[in-house]
């Protein structure tokens, strides 16, 4: 993936029109989406360096996660802090985390995920079948299931990061991204949602994967 294609990624995505419920925190409407999208280039070209063979689905972005920093799976202290066992996400890379997110407390899932992840030595690239953020109608600030239709609208842009890095696997984290890999053709292995109590269980999966894998 080169800086251009990155960057294109990155415009397309910002491009999809998502309806009422959501939210689409990359496109051109709201000056802070410009930061996110500045943000989300820079993850993907700090793990263009890495490698990654695995790529990890997860359901949407959480109000508290990515869609304030715009990188999947990370939370507003992620930014303020260090970089992490990786030296992903720390100071002088550019990553900017726009106004709103003071006062929007941190995402928790994002922090188990990369707890998770440390404890494993294992960097997959990360993503969502969804990649906007899923709301109730009239609450912004609220976290809703994505339907079929669209996650259906996310596909083409997990087809593109596993084409474009190369990936050797992709593994659904949760039922949602599994049913809609699913109905993309492809047969994956599922793990446990790290959120709501799922911590020990998407470690497990992922140590059983792992196994099979290596």
Request: charged share 20%.
């Amino acid at each position: 993936m080169t800086s251009s294609s990155i960057d294109g990624f990155v415009d397309r995505l910002a491009a999809v029109a998502t309806g009422p419920g959501c939210n689409n925190f990359f496109d051109h409407t709201a000056p802070g989406n410009a930061q996110r999208r500045r943000n989300l280039a820079i993850y993907l070209r700090e793990m263009q360096d890495r490698d990654p063979k695995v790529l990890l689905v997860g359901e949407a972005p959480g109000y508290r996660g990515m869609r304030i920093t715009g990188v999947p799976f990370t939370n507003r202290t992620m930014f303020e802090g260090p970089a992490n066992e990786f030296g992903l996400f720390g100071p002088g890379k550019g990553y900017v985390l726009p106004a709103e997110a003071a006062g929007i407390a941190a995402e928790p899932t994002a922090t188990v995920m990369w707890q998770v992840l440390a404890e494993l030595e294992f960097l997959p690239l990360l993503w969502s079948a969804c990649p906007w953020h899923t709301h109730v109608p009239g609450r912004p600030l609220s976290n809703r299931t994505p339907k079929a239709s669209e996650a259906a609208l996310g596909t083409p842009f997990w087809q593109a990061l596993a084409e474009t890095f190369r990936i050797d696997t992709v593994v659904a984290v949760g039922n949602v991204a599994y049913r809609s890999l699913q109905r993309s053709g492809m047969d994956v292995p599922k793990i446990r949602h790290p959120a709501h109590g799922g911590r020990s269980g998407f470690k497990r999966g992922l140590q059983e994967f792992l196994a099979h894998s290596r």
